[in-house]
């Protein structure tokens, strides 16, 4: 029986996907639950498993190619048992090298076939444009982990590279040292949609500064109270939610985007997180943040950061967002503009924490003090409401007793 493969639900919002990896070939055997290949979307990778198990047969849609949703990506021989008298010869031949090969495990070819790599290490590998064969891994039987790639790679960089595509007259010399790397679908997207936003809202930044010691003090007070009952560290982020969702009631503008000749105010406050991973910034989303508190947040971010790290966010979970907080201070970024996350009227820009003198009642003191940037839409958010709302994430950071009070 002939079962098909197709592109599952993409999500709101995405109609096609890129095909950036094909991790079996037709006649290998799979098992159900198996991923067969790694799409590239405009937000997300996405793997696709197996619906049943059997023989991959033909494939559809090579690697490079744009799927529309539902697509037909290929076709399983359900119950079939891989043909192995072709490469009885090529098992022998790969378990002589293994022995005779420096440093090579007891792994062998047979057992290779079924060891899943690291979907790390596959993501490195989709990106880098090499396949599973040409990556030795040091993993246990076998699996690929993303350090082997990391070293693969290096090693393909230090062969003699190919002269680049001239894009104009480039010297000999200029041109080995180069690499032409075709840009994966995310960071397309990433590209366009951040230029279409400088080109479509009436972008605007507010500048702020606030200190950080009402917060590093309570922070260093309650963090391993707070840790040991609810199991996840208490962080800055959480703060900064809080005193946003605050903000945002009082300024509701700034929770809303234009549609057409409307406005649209939301009475909910999704607050988008940007997180940085190796294929570019994604912004999973905190659901009904207003409505959550210290320790849910701290949870939800956690798992939603590492989940974005690894490549395995969903749709859903990047979708619908009303406000976005972006941390360039974990990269030490001292000041900076962050661009709107259109359809969305407002980004929030954390910044590193640095002390400075400032004067306090008259006296200059050491404070530790981090710049903020709000970026708005002009076109729905007027200069005064961009300050009331800077002013009032300064004031809820500088004394956070004020969140609990609702002030």
Request: net charge negative.
């Amino acid at each position: 029986m002939t079962v098909e493969v197709r592109v599952p639900a993409l999500g709101e919002s995405v109609t096609e996907a890129t095909i950036a990896t094909w991790f079996k070939k037709p006649g290998d055997a799979v098992a159900v639950d198996e991923i067969l290949c790694e799409l590239e979307t405009d937000k997300v990778s996405l793997d696709v498993p197996a619906p049943a198990a059997g023989v991959l047969g033909e494939i559809v849609a090579q690697e490079g190619e744009t799927v529309a949703a539902n697509a037909l990506l290929a076709t399983i021989n359900e119950g079939a048992v891989a043909a192995a008298a072709p490469k009885a010869a090529e098992p022998k031949a790969e378990a002589a090298a293994a022995v005779n090969s420096p440093g090579a495990g007891p792994e062998t070819p047979a057992a290779r076939k079924d060891v899943e790599d690291a979907p790390a290490a596959k993501k490195a590998m989709a990106e880098a444009g090499i396949s599973a064969a040409q990556v030795q891994g040091s993993g246990r039987d076998g699996r690929v982990m993303k350090e082997d790639v990391a070293k693969a790679v290096a090693a393909a960089a230090a062969a003699p590279a190919p002269v680049a595509v001239p894009r104009a007259p480039v010297p000999a010399d200029d041109a080995a040292r180069e690499e032409r790397v075709k840009m994966t679908k995310l960071r397309q997207t990433i590209a366009r949609r951040l230029k279409d936003s400088q080109n479509t809202a009436a972008m605007l930044t507010t500048y702020n500064e606030v200190d950080m010691s009402g917060i590093m003090s309570l922070r260093n007070e309650y963090k391993d109270v707070f840790e040991k009952k609810h199991g996840v560290k208490l962080g800055f982020m959480s703060f900064f939610v809080k005193a946003c969702c605050h903000a945002l009631k009082e300024v509701p503008e700034v929770n809303a985007e234009i549609d057409g000749t409307d406005i649209v105010y939301k009475n909910y406050v999704h607050m988008g997180v940007a997180v940085g991973t190796p294929s570019g910034l994604v912004v999973p989303v905190v659901r009904d943040a207003d409505q959550m508190g210290f320790a849910a947040i701290e949870k939800k971010i956690a798992e939603l950061g590492l989940r974005a790290r690894d490549g395995k966010l969903s749709m859903a979970e990047m979708a619908g967002g009303s406000f976005t907080i972006s941390n360039g201070g974990v990269y030490g970024s001292l000041m900076s503009s962050p661009i709107l996350n259109p359809p969305q009227s407002g980004i929030l820009g954390m910044h590193k924490i640095q002390d400075r003198p400032v004067v306090v009642n008259g006296q200059i003191v050491i404070r530790p003090m981090m710049y903020l940037a709000l970026s708005y839409d002009h076109r729905i958010v007027d200069g005064k409401g961009a300050v009331t709302f800077l002013v009032r994430v300064k004031e809820a950071l500088e004394d956070p007793r004020r969140l609990l009070m609702d002030l």
